[in-house]
């Protein structure tokens, strides 16, 4: 156990150390009190405000009720006096992420204790081996400790994967995610990848940069693309997207290998869909999402050129939500492609269809409501 983190508290017997888990990386904390059923939804919040974290010792139902409790009292409207609503769309992000970090950390401050087999020794506690199985491996038989919250996103995970997310441009397939790989929930950008007509030579060889769960890999395959190389860095999006494309029937077509960006050699057609927002990550999963510094951008249109075959394209799926957000600009974007040596061939555009495009009280529904993804066709420019 001295390989990890530890999490110590004050019990009845002497203080107790067992390992401490974060998914996120979160620190443990330092102050840690016996928490159980009397445990008052006020005095939790306060003390998790505090720093000081609840080691849950009560029914684990209730401890559900406390948390949720907690929650609406993190999500309360603001007060008289208090700063008004972000004058940007920029501003309005940046207080969003504030506010979600503050939340996350406050919420993460009720804890659970696991047995050695990942069993929680709780009275109505759910079977959550298979889950914790799933994300973190084999036991090793040392007890834990663990944030309910991070049970309970483990759950959630465990479902996914069980019952998949339908794919309407694979006809109505289920791919299914593992936690920590990013789920294909927001489908719209792979309609693009289904109906732009392909590359003629792109019939024979593909790149996929970043495959994640496989599905993009999926679509091409089903396109009729004879053979795709998918890459991702990330062990647990690997064995996702292996088992994914052997259940979709075409995991003969595609092979899946660990790079950091592109594979060895050329192709007539290299996709990727890099995260969207030139933004920090706060957890591991947010990497899917949040791009700092536009790593991950500027990678692939940096190596693109070297990579592509003679009249080759590639395939940048994007969203303009950060230039709404005021984090990208269009100008900044083309001249990361101009100075990357690559031309603009072509574009189609597709609108969002999740349900916070269209809800009004979402924080940055502003940029929400005028994001527009885009298939951008690159292709290396003529000397």
């Not at 009190?33 to 010792?57: N, P, S």
Request: glycine share 8%; with cysteine.
């Amino acid at each position: 156990m001295t390989d990890f983190p530890t999490l110590s508290w004050p019990d009845t017997d002497g203080p107790r150390t067992v390992r401490w888990r974060s998914e996120a990386g979160v620190p443990a904390p330092k102050r840690v009190v016996v928490a159980d059923d009397r445990t008052t939804a006020d005095a939790a919040y306060r003390l998790a405000c505090e720093g000081t974290a609840l080691l849950w010792r009560g029914d684990y139902q209730n401890a559900r009720q406390l948390l949720q409790a907690m929650a609406r009292r993190a999500e309360r409207k603001p007060r008289k006096g208090e700063p008004k609503a972000p004058a940007t769309p920029l501003e309005a992000f940046h207080l969003h992420r504030q506010a979600q970090a503050q939340r996350a950390r406050t919420l993460g401050m009720v804890l659970l204790p696991l047995e050695g087999d990942y069993s929680i020794a709780l009275r109505r506690a759910p079977d959550v081996k298979l889950a914790c199985e799933e994300a973190w491996g084999a036991p090793d038989g040392a007890p834990s400790a663990v944030s309910l919250r991070e049970v309970l996103g483990l759950i959630g995970a465990h479902e996914w994967r069980r019952k998949g997310v339908p794919i309407p441009a694979l006809g109505g397939a289920h791919v299914h995610p593992y936690y920590g790989v990013f789920s294909p929930v927001r489908g719209e950008y792979l309609d693009l990848i289904a109906r732009v007509p392909l590359p003629a030579a792109a019939v024979e060889k593909a790149f996929d940069i970043g495959t994640g769960t496989g599905v993009i890999s999926a679509v091409l395959a089903q396109r009729g693309v004879k053979h795709i190389v998918a890459t991702d860095q990330d062990t647990r999006a690997l064995a996702c997207a292996r088992e994914n494309l052997d259940m979709l029937g075409v995991g003969k077509q595609v092979e899946v290998m660990e790079a950091d960006l592109f594979p060895p050699g050329r192709a007539p057609l290299v996709v990727c869909n890099p995260p969207w927002v030139p933004a920090r990550p706060a957890s591991p999963i947010e990497y899917a999402v949040f791009d700092p510094d536009s790593r991950m951008l500027r990678g692939f249109l940096g190596g693109l050129k070297d990579h592509l075959e003679p009249g080759g394209e590639g395939w940048l799926i994007l969203s303009d939500f950060a230039e709404h957000l005021g984090l990208r600009t269009r100008d900044e974007l083309l001249d990361m492609i101009g100075q990357a040596g690559l031309d603009v061939a072509g574009r189609e555009d597709i609108r969002p269809r999740h349900p916070k495009a269209s809800d009004p009280n979402d924080p940055l529904h502003r940029a929400r409501a005028a994001e527009i993804t885009s298939l951008w066709r690159l292709k290396v420019r003529s000397a």
